[in-house]
């Protein structure tokens, strides 16, 4: 049935009817088209313009609008492109002026083909922008937020650069292996701490191939691949750290850590460590050994004794050495003196030792300690004793003068004298003060009764430290006669201790304690000052004479108390006296000499004590100003002698030869002062002129022996 006009509702042909039908059809369709085309250009995730051959814009979807931040009721179908960005910049989201906009994007336009490019808006979000022709003239572009990707890319990139930074300027080597073991990470300082090259290492190099490279190129010492592989897939398994270190066959030292990744994989790190491990191994040298001599210190000795001990059945000795006078040589020749002589004595020791086994150590200033392995009898720690008394006995020549040092030896054996340290130890050092109270330079084995005897010893010492405070010492004075006259010419004073509770001590007892402990530096100025306070009231002809001991004269302040006590006593240097034995003179001290050639321009006689007796008497008396030599009462005593009757002579000869007054000591009969008289000797002194006595007795007979001279 045909279809009525809509204007005069008269009837339409069919065929005109069918037309409108696929019209209205088509429209139907297009809109729909269009419809669904807006649709999706809203619901893309991109923003979207499209533009004709004019530059006029057809559509754009919201997130276009919403990306440039445009105002939607401006840009609107018609707008052309020009005047949108211009509305950009207008609400100031163009980082550019519009023209400038416009010349980046015509090149574009006018080249009718697909181009991509970015733009950065002025707050600084990134867009990139897709241009695509269209066939008819215009284009369209998709425009799309890159902001967050390209930060994302710009913060990875910044990763890898100070990845690559810190990989670059690590001070270890680096190398990253992944989950199947192979190497996906290697730094340059790797190349360079092993002198290899990229080539030889190339990523995706297996653990295993890296170490057998290492081997072959000769960087590595022998080691076991598989063991090195195994304990790597261990460590992995357990998820924990391990080091180990490598020693290259160029004598460096590499610390190898590993440690495992959580995703699977794990990084090694090379250190070198030569430097540090060598410091380390110098730090526990100097732990374990002596900075001066080199040798074990106490810690290693005692180390070393107490694993020599465990389980021990062959016998073994500990011998404890203190050297003699080691406290003169150190104060009259110094310190740096001291230290070579020190460095000498270790080296003779170790030269005296039986075998490699045996161990010499120093605890601490002249004290050494040794162990001897393997005793066969006691007869070899004997033989080991005096070749070392021997040893030490020789002169050590130091800038071409000669040092004069003695060693004393005590011996505690094992089992016998102790099963432990601590006794072994302690039973040495009890010996070794045995053989220092006998005389010094011997060797003493340790002896049970022996504890006694160092306790009395010590309580000596102590007894002799508080004596001087108590005023337990006091002098007499001995008279020296001149011979030809039979003048009484001065005295000696001789020190006395009388205790409480050991009566009258020796002088031979208390004296060489007094000078090992060092105690004579002030008795011995309390007996200089006494002694020329006594001599204050004597006639002015007659000389007072006082012993020093050579630890006084090493003092550096001993020519100080010297002139302190004649002017404290009013006495003239003249008439001071002072009797030094040889071992003062025996190592040629300058400061020695020093002090006597200060003493001797005051005035001060000086006498050499018990001549003939030291070393070599004759050398002394050139090189040292001397003004008296005393012959030794031993001489005096056998002088019946003819041997030593001749010695006698000789030296009383070499007196007169040299200007230089001898005198005998020890004199107690008329027949020996017979034969020092007929011999030409100046003085006499002994029991024969006059017995030690007290200051008192001493005045009286010297005012007695002055007045008869004076009246006879």
């Known amino acids: 049935m045909p279809v009525a006009d809509a204007k005069d509702g008269s009837a339409v042909p069919e065929r005109d009817a069918e037309g409108m039908d696929r019209s209205r059809q088509m429209e139907n369709e297009l809109r729909e088209q269009n419809e669904r085309f807006s649709a999706a250009v809203e619901n893309m995730s991109h923003g979207l313009c499209m533009f004709d051959a004019d530059e006029r814009m057809i559509i754009c979807n919201g997130n276009y609008i919403n990306i440039f931040c445009l105002d939607a009721k401006l840009v609107r179908p018609g707008i052309h492109f020009i005047d949108i960005l211009r509305h950009s910049v207008d609400i100031g989201i163009a980082s550019q002026s519009a023209d400038e906009l416009y010349a980046i994007r015509k090149p574009y336009i006018d080249q009718a083909k697909p181009s991509t490019y970015e733009e950065t808006l002025s707050d600084g979000r990134i867009i990139n922008i897709s241009h695509r022709p269209l066939a008819l003239g215009g284009w369209v572009s998709i425009y799309e937020d890159i902001t967050v990707q390209r930060r994302a890319e710009q913060d990875l990139k910044e990763q890898h650069r100070r990845f690559d930074a810190a990989l670059a300027n690590m001070s270890q080597g680096l190398l990253m292996y992944d989950a199947d073991g192979r190497m996906i990470v290697r730094n340059g300082r790797f190349l360079e701490l092993y002198n290899v090259t990229a080539a030889d290492f190339p990523l995706g190099t297996t653990h295993r191939d890296a170490l057998e490279r290492l081997l072959e190129l000769g960087i590595y010492t022998k080691i076991d691949v598989d063991s090195e592989v195994a304990k790597t897939e261990a460590c992995l398994v357990a998820g924990k750290m391990h080091s180990a270190y490598r020693h290259l066959t160029d004598g460096r030292t590499v610390l190898v850590t590993r440690q495992p990744m959580s995703g699977g994989g794990w990084v090694a790190t090379f250190d070198d460590v030569t430097e540090r491990r060598r410091t380390e191994e110098r730090m526990t040298h100097l732990a374990h050994h002596d900075t001066l001599t080199g040798l074990p210190n106490r810690q290693m000795f005692r180390e070393r004794l107490d694993q020599a001990l465990e389980g021990a059945a062959a016998p073994l000795a500990i011998f404890s050495l203190d050297l003699d006078r080691f406290k003169a040589i150190n104060d009259t020749w110094g310190h740096p003196a001291g230290d070579w002589l020190l460095k000498s004595v270790a080296d003779r020791l170790q030269r005296c030792l039986r075998s490699e086994t045996d161990i010499v150590a120093r605890f601490g200033g002249d004290e050494f300690v040794i162990i001897e392995f393997n005793l066969k009898s006691i007869a070899d720690a004997e033989k080991l004793a005096k070749r070392i008394v021997e040893a030490i006995a020789k002169p050590f020549r130091y800038k071409n003068r000669d040092m004069h040092v003695g060693i004393s030896l005590g011996i505690a054996v094992f089992p016998s004298d102790g099963r432990d340290a601590d006794a072994l130890l302690k039973n040495a050092d009890t010996a070794l003060y045995r053989a220092k109270s006998e005389g010094r330079n011997l060797y003493r084995f340790f002896e049970p009764g022996m504890d006694a005897m160092v306790r009395a010893r010590r309580a000596l010492e102590t007894d002799i430290e508080t004596a001087l405070p108590r005023q337990e010492f006091d002098l007499d004075f001995q008279p020296i006669m001149n011979i030809a006259s039979g003048e009484i010419v001065g005295a000696e004073a001789l020190m006395r201790w009388h205790s409480p509770e050991r009566g009258t001590v020796a002088p031979e007892e208390f004296i060489p304690i007094a000078e090992e402990t060092g105690l004579i530096v002030p008795l011995g100025e309390w007996a200089l000052r006494s002694a020329c306070t006594a001599a204050a ?26 002139i302190s006590a004649l002017a404290f006593s009013g006495v003239p240097a003249g008439r001071l006296e002072l009797e030094i034995t040889e071992t003062v003179l025996l190592d040629e001290s300058k400061a020695v000499l ?16 018990d001549f003939g007796t030291g070393y070599s008497s004759l050398g002394y008396l050139r090189r040292f100003p ?23 002579r000789t030296i009383i000869g070499l007196g007169a030869e040299l200007g230089i007054t001898v005198t005998a000591e020890g004199v107690e009969t008329e027949v020996q002062l017979d034969i020092l008289r007929g011999n030409g000797c100046v003085e006499a002194q002994g029991y024969l002129i006059g017995v030690p006595s007290n200051a008192a007795d001493i005045q009286r007979l010297l005012k007695s022996r002055a007045l008869h001279s004076q009246t006879g």
């Open 594 to 609: 020093k002090t006597l050639r200060q003493l001797r321009e005051l005035g001060i006689r000086i006498a050499l004590d």
């Open 537 to 562: 009231s004597w006639p002015a002809s007659l000389r007072i004479a006082v012993n020093v001991s050579a630890v006084q004269l090493k003092n550096g302040g001993f020519a100080r108390s010297v």
């Open 626 to 648: 001397v003004d008296k030599i005393k012959i030794d009462r031993s001489f005096i005593r056998d002088i019946g002698n003819r041997d030593t009757a001749a010695i006698v």
